[in-house]
């Protein structure tokens, strides 16, 4: 008999969990950037990015033909509240826990630029593009 009761019982428990609260480790639409996707100037551009949570790093950034991985480097502590990522063509900022500065340097390159920013809460991922026309003068 309490074999079936702690069976009915566990059953219930399982089964009665609502789907509006997010299993351990999975983590809902987190970040929500401001936007998603910007049209640079050819020339030098910016721009400021705000997020809806505080709880953010960036993962990686995608530019020209390479990739940027910062997490786990000695030069910029991801989890802080601020941080800099300064490479020759652009700098990334995280100027507060709601807020993504970004900055490229005029495209003198002879070709379009696509940059690719992908930030990161927990299992969360979600990606800010920039794109940047090349500067004809």
Known sequence: MKKIVTLIIGIIALTSCSEKYNPLGKWG???K???NRVDFAAGADSL???TGGDMWWVDGISF???TYRYYGSEDVIMKSLTYTITEEQFVVQRQAADTLFVKLKANDTGEDRDMIISIQAGNYYDTLRILQP????
């Open 29 to 31: 639409e987190y970040i």
């Open 33 to 35: 950037l401001s936007t």
């Open 48 to 50: 400021t990015v705000t």
């Open 64 to 66: 020209q033909d390479s």
């Open 134 to 137: 090349v500067d004809s003068d």
